[in-house]
């Protein structure tokens, strides 16, 4: 098990930037593969990115390729969005959510701890 605290989060203008952060106790953290996930209102929580526990692997989702980079120090326990080019359909809540599988996917169901969610919202 492995706790997570995001961090963050803010309101920023079309076109901006922002930098989340997701620090993790340090029980292990190079053993977790570690995503991101936003839930905006009246939507369902969607998957925005993946790494694998080395770093060694990235996925996107279409929406934010290009735009959206995830990266982890794992001496730092901690994992990092960097988010450019913000547009206000990107306004949700953020989560951090890790997974002890080598591969864990892209649904929620597939991630055995969460933190606590930061807000993001992006005016036009």
């Known amino acids: 098990q492995v706790q997570l605290v995001e961090s963050g989060g803010g309101l920023v203008q079309a076109g901006g930037s922002l930098r989340l952060s997701c620090a993790a106790s340090?029980?292990?953290?190079?053993?977790?593969?570690i995503a991101w996930f936003r839930q905006a209102p009246g939507k369902e929580r969607e998957f925005v990115a993946g790494?694998?526990?080395?770093?060694?692997?990235?996925d996107y989702a279409d929406s934010v390729k290009g735009r959206f980079t995830i990266s982890r120090d794992n001496a730092k326990n901690t994992v990092y969005l960097q988010m450019n080019s913000l547009k206000p359909e990107d306004t949700a809540v953020y989560y951090c959510?890790?997974?002890?599988?080598?591969?864990?996917?892209?649904?929620?169901?597939?991630?055995?701890?969460w933190g606590q969610g930061t807000q993001v919202t992006v005016s036009s």
């Open positions: 959510a890790a997974a002890r599988t080598v591969v864990p996917g892209t649904i929620p169901d597939s991630f055995d701890s």
């Open positions: 340090g029980r292990a953290f190079n053993m977790y593969a």
């Open positions: 790494i694998s526990r080395f770093g060694g692997s990235t």
